[in-house]
């Protein structure tokens, strides 16, 4: 009989497997500190899930505790979403960096063009 994996062990064999298949090696600190970290809040996501599920399971109205339950869960996702984005895993085989927007470039040009042409207080 097999052990059943916690969804942040399931995590953690799928971000090795990418990894592996990107041709990367985890740092040590990526060993250490960040692929826990990941592996625990994925865990957390999960329980929250549950816990979620209990409270709107309930006849009537949301109670107070689903919708800070729902708060937290929506907070863990998305440092979850960071967390995985940091390691850097879909970027390893990108060599061109992302494309600039042509609207936000002559925005940036004109804050610089108007800094350039100030007169200088005597």
């Known amino acids: 009989m097999t052990a059943r994996l916690s969804p942040g062990s399931r995590l953690r064999r799928a971000l090795d497997a ?6 990367m090696e985890w740092t040590d600190v990526a060993i250490a500190v960040e692929l826990p970290l990941i592996e625990a ?14 409270e709107a399971d309930t006849d009537g109205p949301l109670p107070v505790r689903a919708v800070q339950l729902a708060s937290e869960l929506r907070q863990l996702e998305n440092q979850l979403g960071r967390q995985v984005a940091a390691l850097g895993i879909d970027d390893a085989d990108d060599d061109e960096p992302a494309p600039k927007s042509p609207r936000h470039q002559a925005a940036a040009q004109s804050r610089w063009d108007r800094r350039s042409h100030r007169q200088v207080a005597r």
Not at 18 to 23: D, E, R, V, W, Y
Not at 41 to 54: C, I, M, N, Q, S
């Open 18 to 23: 990418a990894a592996k298949a990107a041709g």
């Open 41 to 54: 809040t994925a865990d957390r996501v999960e329980l929250l899930r549950g816990k979620l599920a209990a």
